[in-house]
């Protein structure tokens, strides 16, 4: 017997076969007449079924074998592996994933006013929400465990075939006619192909053929599939654990010709409380005019958090057992940037409730028209108002909030998250791709900031009584040419594609910064060498020591720019650990030793005539932008959801300063 044509492949797609990448993964074995089968670890699925693939777990840098066995078996199987082998397969398509990964914000540090009898959830979409109850709790379907045989089984089939049909017309009915947004699109796209999914429909069909009725054969199978994924690690496919419910049941009711209840009738100004409600069911809610939504289940990854937060209605998710409470309640409020519910409310919560939901309404609207604005000295000089990044995922919400650049990305996540070193063409990748979206303002780089508290796969740390002030940051970089050059030759390479700076974390002294250079003169001879196009950065330091504040007349002149970490350089100067809460009151930026520290920067920096900036937490502290300003600090980055605030802050002092 012919054995099938196979290849080991180390997968590149940066995704990982997840949503997006799997769904066109699955389409493109399906145009092929072959039968393909990826095994990953000794387990081994069929490539055209995208619930089998997304339980593989296949990830970047993962091995797999890809079997092909057909007619078409070599055309195949080169063009499934140049796919495996694509970092950006199916990327730009994928805005459901996209929103997956927009995580809230965290929840607000604010203390609660409701704590004597407010619940908590998962804060899952930003707002405040006060109404009544409208309650989905649509009835469990169960099994009818009938035996079939004979004849019966080609009448089950053709049911259930007859049942999928009708649910796949509903969804893309629902795709065509709403004014979907491109997430929700992507999501109920991604339901439709559950319902379509061979594997799944394979294992129905096999359970009619043993004797099982179609509702107990889509029962089961969904619930069993639904199981495999909640035991997945990653929390985007542990959620697709919903979906497969979800779909099960709307199968399940089509065989009984049932419906849930509409959700296309809550009233405006309600709260949606439910156990759990699938994507489908939801975008059929008038999402504009309901005042928020409260579950049982889900988390912040799951689609009822994304649509939430694509429609800006408040939701606290995972309330788990206590959503019963609330059944029964006449009026609920929710804040869904605290996580807290509370039962019917009393008249002087309701008013705090109140308080909250217009201060947050207006405060939002009206910090929108700060978006374009670009705060200017009275002597012409721009204030850049910049994001902390950690990763291309943020950089929507940062142009979004009216970013000026980046300030601040920390590459330290893409390191992380790998199971081994990110290579330098997944890193020029990345670092060009956010270099070209905020074209053609700056994007500054910091080189790997990492050390023995937060362990990177290919870098050994030794263990350290003290790794805040160990083998971190540029001194493990230059003492590791190995896991340096790579990102510098990535970062060089990058430059081409926009306006890149790249700073130095952790510098002590001029001696450091020229090592730095040293090592990016070799690369960038390397690059020209090997004929690869290339850009000279300006290279800017991190003053977050207490020693680049003393030195820093001598660092001015090797530095093109300065930017002050107050994280660090707070903890460093005040010999207070900001991990330790019970030094909280200590780490304090506000505290003069520190605030001379920065006054000191500031004034080197500007004597030199190089760019003094700020990408600490304190850039974002209105109460201090002032101080800063009056200082001579031209930048400040900070996280995103901070940027509106800062510009407003700074707007107000324009008047005074021109
Ligand atoms: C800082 O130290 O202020 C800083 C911005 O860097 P990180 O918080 O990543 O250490
Ligand atoms: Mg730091």
Redesign the pocket.
Known sequence: MDQPTERTIIVRVREGLHARPATRFVKLAKSFASDVEIEKSGKSASAKSSVKLMLLSVMENDEVILRVKGEDEAEALESLSNYLQDPNAGLDEDEGHAAVQQTPSAPAQQDSQFSATSLKGIAASEGVGLGPVFGYFPEEIVADNLKISGAGIAAEAKKLETAIAAVRHNMQASIDEKSLSPAERGIIQALSEIAADDAMLDDMFAAISSGQSALSAVLATSARTAEDFSKMADPYLKARADDVRAVGRQIALSLLNKKDTDLSKVPAGAILVADDVGAFELTRAPLKKIAGIICARGSVTSHIAIIARSHSVPAVLGLGDATKTLIDAKLVGLDGKSGEVVVDPDQAIQAEFAKRKAAAQSEHEALKVYKAFQPTRADGTVIEVAANIGSPDEITAALDAGAMGVG?F?TELLFMQQKELPSEEVQFEIYARVAKAFKPHSVIVRTL?IGGDKPVAGIEFPHEENPFLGWRGVRMCLDRPDVFKPQLRALLRAAVAGNIKVMV?MIVDAAELRAVKELIKTCAQELAAEGKPYEEFALGV?I?TPAAVMVADDLAKEASFFSI?????TQYVMAADRLNPRLAKLNDVTHPAVMRAIALTAEAGTKAGIMVGM???AAGRVDLIPRFIAMGLTELSMSPSMIPRAKEKLAQMNAVMR
Do not use: A, F, V
């Open positions: 601040l920390r900031d974390p991190m977050e970490g107050t994280n660090d350089l990408c600490g937490e």
